[in-house]
């Protein structure tokens, strides 16, 4: 191997990682950050509560959904940690038994970050389209806002720019609404 080739990461890479650390591999690179901090596990956490009672548990909404907290994608040779995502059950009728999911999702949610915004655009947001995520919300508590993206063609299309406090009723989750300022709270 020459001093210029470049080592691939692997799986078994991820297990050494500190807990405290979340690994990716993307591309063939393995990408680290620290865990969320606080106020980005708050707005994580809040998007959650809202979508899970109605889209999961089918109180108030459609059920229907499966959202789940920091799921591991396996998606191609690529492997992908984003803050939230969802599966419709017509897709995914059972949560598999494996530590991680090879079926991409219907919906990802990243909550941006100043150390993790520039990857969650520039190379997860590719891959995200490139699997056939058709449903991508991107949340930048500085802010304040949230962005909906909806695959079209093979590429994302801003449908729209929620603001600090505005009443959001986004797509795929259309049938419920709930002010956007609840998960600066």
Request: proline fraction near 10%; charge should be negative; aromatic fraction near 12%.
């Given at each position: 191997?020459s001093?210029?080739?470049?080592?691939?990461?692997?799986?078994?890479?991820?297990?050494?990682?500190?807990?405290?650390?979340v690994g990716?591999?993307?591309?063939?690179?393995?990408i680290?950050?620290?865990?969320?901090?606080?106020?980005?596990?708050?707005?994580?956490?809040?998007?959650?509560?809202?979508?899970?009672?109605?889209?999961?548990?089918?109180?108030?909404?459609?059920?229907?959904?499966?959202?789940?907290?920091?799921?591991?994608?396996?998606?191609?040779?690529?492997?992908?940690?984003?803050?939230?995502?969802?599966?419709?059950?017509?897709?995914?009728?059972v949560?598999?038994?494996?530590?991680?999911?090879?079926?991409?999702?219907?919906?990802?949610?990243?909550?941006?970050?100043?150390?993790?915004?520039?990857?969650d655009?520039?190379?997860?947001?590719?891959?995200?389209?490139?699997?056939?995520?058709?449903?991508?919300?991107?949340i930048?508590?500085?802010?304040?806002?949230?962005?909906?993206?909806v695959?079209r063609?093979g590429?994302?299309?801003?449908?729209?720019?929620?603001?600090?406090?505005?009443?959001?009723?986004?797509?795929?989750?259309?049938?419920?609404?709930?002010?956007?300022?609840?998960?600066?709270?």
């Open positions: 191997m001093a210029t080739a470049r080592k691939f990461a692997t799986y078994e890479d991820l297990f050494d990682l500190p807990d405290n650390v990716e591999i993307i591309h063939g690179q393995l680290t950050h620290p865990r969320p901090a606080p106020k980005h596990a708050v707005v994580s956490s809040s998007i959650g509560g809202e979508l899970i009672g109605p889209f999961q548990k089918g109180r108030g909404g459609p059920g229907g959904w499966w959202i789940l907290d920091e799921p591991e994608l396996h998606l191609g040779p690529h492997i992908l940690v984003p803050d939230l995502a969802g599966w419709r059950r017509e897709r995914l009728p949560i598999p038994d494996t530590a991680f999911f090879t079926l991409s999702p219907d919906w990802v949610c990243e909550v941006l970050s100043p150390g993790t915004a520039r990857t655009r520039a190379d997860k947001m590719p891959l995200y389209a490139e699997y056939g995520v058709p449903f991508l919300w991107l930048d508590p500085a802010p304040q806002t949230l962005e909906v993206f695959l063609d590429r994302w299309l801003l449908e729209h720019v929620y603001q600090q406090d505005e009443e959001i009723c986004a797509a795929p989750f259309e049938a419920i609404s709930f002010a956007l300022g609840v998960l600066w709270a």
